[in-house]
């Protein structure tokens, strides 16, 4: 197994007993993961000799690893939720040492480990606590110690640590008595970097022996070397400060940075960072790709409380929580700097997505921040499942919505919505709507959702006006003008205002509105098609923050009724004879396709009319062509005869009618040809005519 550790030191040296643990920081601790027992991905080690405890805040839970003098406390990750080395991840921590500055806590390791110990892992040292281990450096308590190798290998095995190294105490360095750490780090506290299971991190210093050695033996003390070391001030100042380790697993690098966060807000601040390689091979010789992580404290003579707050673990990495704005209105997302209109339905949502191989994602909850003049009346969860939980309307009504996920989003589950629908409120004037951040804790990590900033139009705050007609009737198919003006459009900056339009559903090019806000806009002949055109017109400021309502002008281009397609000429099937009635089909190819132009609600009729068919003798067929239809059989003789009566609907196939299409073998125009007609061939002529009205 091996270890990745971040270390903070402070007065480093075995202790001895005190009594009462500083409660203070409990009170101001901020806001962590989860850590209920049944889906904690974090939890205190075996109490053979961890003395940590996790306590209750006013926001949470925090893990209290040491909470009085001489004593270690660890806490560890879960299986499932291990740093994984194949994947960037992350681990944010808030400590809190106290405020006993180099006197109180010996230090604070956050710590990512492969150990065959497991939950079990810590430094050797015996029953008694050594405080400059800080939970996870060597144990020099051997006086004739003689080899740094040896020692390494009373630390935590194949590790690395990130660390706050104390300052150099005053008292000389003494073989055996685990005070010489710090003795080669100079004054002040400083970040270091270093591998606590090699023997190049520790060097000797030889207290030496009478007569060189002959008559008594050479006694040893051990001092840190670290691989890079950067001064900091004094982090044991009673306030909590946040921990950032950031793997790229890439670049096989870890960027390392401290106080980024502003611990009365939890905002995001600079901190002071430091990216160094990693040596892959030293922390994961196995090359199992996982690495548990965690956290350790030690203390000294003094009563102090070690405290952590752990925001975001590993597997947070591979969870999301975002929110979707959406304008049903204007059926476009609102996104930063977006303008919505007062009184335009709107949607929210908020997706919870979990795609971790290994770790579940539970405990979620929060309060959900709603954007300022969005006024809810529907909201419900929508499983992954499909099953839906609707809220209620008190909780619509609130400005802060509660969200608590009772389910668990197991690895590669399928997403949860929270799917919220409203209006925005109207508002006299144009205004602006903040942005909101809401916090979502759960057993992985606290995430922070966001809705953006938009602004909020005062309800058609521009009209629209056109002063060329509504309704424009053209006598041909040609081209036309459309003119109008936009009204109270300039306000006290005077913004530019263009005209959108579509055509027939059609997206065109926008027209800038004149500075005296009328504006034309020109058909051309070959944009319009046959029957009614629809031009719908909208006015809005040139970044959207005010619009008009729509207009719609109907341009129509005179339409025509007539055959697109007709030829009959194929005939009838030839008949056979057998003495009894029968009805002969048609030849395949006939085409009869009616084209009306003329707009929708428009009526048109087929009529049919035929002669009577007659052989080359002039015998008269006995019978006839007949149109059959499902309420009956009608001959077709000299007079016109109905055999399709159509309303237009310029909507469905721009106004074409296939009549054969609607026909079967059994449909249609039929030839009935009675049993006791002689054999021959018998001609005759159908009169298709097309009338504009009902017959």
Do not use: C
């Not at 406390?73 to 991840?89: E, F, I, K, V």
């Not at 002959?214 to 051990?222: F, G, Q």
């Not at 795609?355 to 992954?384: E, H, S, Y």
């Not at 909208?538 to 005179?558: N, W």
């Amino acid at each position: 197994m091996s270890v990745i550790t971040l270390m903070m030191g402070l007065g480093l040296g075995a202790g001895t007993a005190a009594q009462a643990a500083d409660q203070a920081p409990v009170t101001t601790a901020p806001t962590g993961i989860s850590l209920a027992r049944s889906s904690a991905a974090i939890a205190p080690a075996p109490e053979t000799m961890s003395h940590a405890r996790i306590v209750t805040t006013p926001d949470g839970s925090a893990i209290a690893l040491t909470t009085g003098p001489s004593q270690f406390g660890a806490a560890w990750s879960t299986p499932s939720a291990a740093l994984d080395l194949r994947r960037n991840q992350t681990i944010g921590v808030w400590v809190n040492l106290g405020t006993r500055h180099q006197a109180g806590s010996d230090g604070l390791a956050v710590v990512l480990q492969n150990d065959r110990r497991g939950t079990a892992a810590m430094p050797a040292m015996g029953s008694q606590v050594v405080g400059e281990t800080l939970g996870v450096l060597a144990t020099d308590t051997n006086p004739n110690q003689a080899s740094a190798q040896k020692l390494s290998q009373t630390a935590i095995q194949r590790s690395w640590a990130f660390g706050v190294i104390p300052a150099s105490v005053a008292t000389t360095a003494q073989p055996g008595a685990a005070n010489a750490f710090t003795a080669l780090t100079g004054t002040g506290q400083h970040l270091a970097t270093l591998y606590p299971a090699l023997a190049s991190t520790y060097r000797r210093l030889r207290a030496g022996g009478l007569l060189s050695g002959w008559l008594t033996p050479e006694r040893n003390a051990y001092a840190l070397v670290p691989k890079t070391l950067n001064a900091v001030n004094d982090l044991a100042d009673g306030r909590w400060h946040h921990l950032t380790l950031t793997w790229n697993a890439q670049a096989g690098t870890m960027t390392t940075t401290y106080d980024d966060r502003n611990p009365a807000t939890a905002a995001s601040q600079p901190g002071v960072s430091r990216t160094v390689p990693l040596d892959r091979q030293a922390i994961d010789p196995h090359h199992t790709g996982h690495v548990r992580w965690g956290l350790t404290a030690t203390t000294n003579r003094q009563d102090t409380t070690t405290l952590v707050v752990v925001d975001q673990t590993p597997a947070a990495a591979q969870t999301s929580a975002v929110t979707r704005l959406t304008d049903l209105t204007q059926q476009r997302a609102v996104t930063t700097g977006s303008s919505v209109n007062a009184g335009d339905r709107v949607s929210l949502t908020l997706r919870l997505a979990n795609r971790n191989p290994r770790a579940t994602w539970a405990a979620i909850a929060g309060q959900l921040q709603l954007p300022a003049d969005l006024r809810l009346t529907r909201g419900q969860w929508v499983a992954a499942n499909g099953q839906t939980s609707a809220l209620s309307s008190q909780e619509l009504r609130q400005a802060a919505l509660p969200v608590a996920l009772k389910r668990r989003l197991d690895p590669h589950q399928t997403p949860v919505e929270l799917r919220l629908t409203g209006r925005i409120a109207a508002v006299p004037t144009t205004q602006k709507v903040a942005a909101t951040t809401s916090r979502l804790t759960s057993n992985l990590g606290v995430t922070r959702v966001t809705t953006p900033d938009f602004t909020v139009a005062a309800k058609h705050a521009l009209t629209l006006a056109v002063t060329s007609g509504q309704q424009v009737q053209l006598p041909s198919r040609q081209g036309t003008m459309v003119t109008g003006r936009v009204r109270d459009w300039a306000d006290a900056s005077h913004p530019a205002v263009v005209l959108r339009t579509t055509l027939n559903g059609l997206t065109r090019p926008a027209v800038t509105v004149a500075p005296t806000g009328t504006f034309k806009v020109r058909l051309q002949a070959d944009q319009l098609r046959i029957g009614p055109n629809r031009l719908q017109l909208t006015a809005t400021t040139a970044k959207g923050t005010r619009r008009s309502a729509p207009v719609t002008v109907t341009v129509t281009v005179p339409g025509s009724l007539q055959f697109l397609m007709l030829n009959t000429a194929s005939g009838f099937e030839p008949g056979r004879f057998s003495g009894q009635n029968q009805l002969v089909q048609r030849r395949a190819g006939w085409q009869i396709v009616v084209q009306d132009t003329r707009g929708t609600g428009k009526q048109w009729t087929l009529d049919a009319q035929a002669t009577p068919f007659t052989d080359a003798a002039g015998h008269r067929l006995a019978g006839g062509p007949v149109n059959v239809t499902a309420t009956g059989t009608t001959p077709l003789n000299t007079s016109p005869t109905p055999i399709l009566t159509h309303r237009t609907d310029d909507q469905v196939a721009d106004g074409v009618t296939n009549v054969v299409a609607g026909w079967t073998d059994r449909t249609g125009v039929l030839l009935e040809v009675d049993g006791g007609t002689p054999t021959g061939t018998y001609r005759g002529t159908i009169t298709w005519t097309l009338t504009d009205a009902p017959s």
